[in-house]
Every structure is written in C-alpha cells, then in structure tokens.
C-alpha cells in the first residue's frame, strides 16, 4: 500500500515561505515513472495543480503561482517538498501531496494524502 503525508506549518503569515514536506512509504520516489504532485483545494473551489517533482521548472498555469513556486526531491529520504514564496491569504487551502502517472497523455491519480491545512493570516 503507497502512502504519502504532508507535513508542514498550519498557520503562516503574509509574505512568509510555506514550507511542505510530503513523506512517501510503499514507493521509491526515486524513478521517474510516477509523478509526485502538490494540489491544493481553496473553499468553494477546485482542485489546483501547483507542480511536481518531474516538472520543476515548469511554471503552473495559475497565474498567482507562476514564479513562487519550487519543488524539490529528497531520494534518501523518499520526500519532496513544496516551497511557496510570499504568500497571501489566497494562498489559504488545503494542500495534497499525491501521486499519479500518464494515462493517454492524461494525468490519473492513484494515490492521495490526506491534506493538511494551510491558513495564511497575520
């Protein structure tokens, strides 16, 4: 059975880094078979993509995301990261680690976190 849990600060306040670390157990994070994803749920919205592990350079398509965002990957330790730079409280949300793999040229998710709570307040 593959788990992954996020860890990380429930509360941080505007203009701070929020740190999350995702610890993965059942499954090497060290291939490149799966991707290693961060999504976050805002209240009343949907679920957003905020990058992985395979595409670390790769700007989110969210424009509030796009350039403060860094993932990196720990092998020794089978996690990664999310760090997110300046945030507001629109970056409050509940945030995913989870995993998932090509599907016709789709993304499908098999594996989830249970998310932790991430409130930005000052």
């Known amino acids: 059975q593959v788990q992954l849990q996020e860890s990380g600060p429930g509360l941080v306040k505007p203009s701070q880094t929020l740190s999350l670390t995702c610890t993965v157990s059942g499954e090497s994070i060290a291939t490149n078979y799966y991707y290693w994803n961060w999504i976050r749920q805002s209240p009343g919205k949907g679920l957003e993509w905020i990058g992985s592990?395979?595409?670390?350079?790769?700007?989110s398509n969210i424009p509030s995301l796009a350039g403060r965002t860094s993932i990196s990957r720990d092998t020794a330790k089978n996690q990664f990261t999310l760090q997110l730079n300046t945030v507001t409280p629109e970056d409050t949300a509940i945030y995913y680690c989870a995993r998932s793999f090509s599907c016709l040229g789709y993304a499908c998710y098999d594996y989830w976190g249970q998310g932790t709570q991430v409130t930005v307040s000052s």
């Open positions: 592990t395979r595409w670390s350079d790769t700007p």
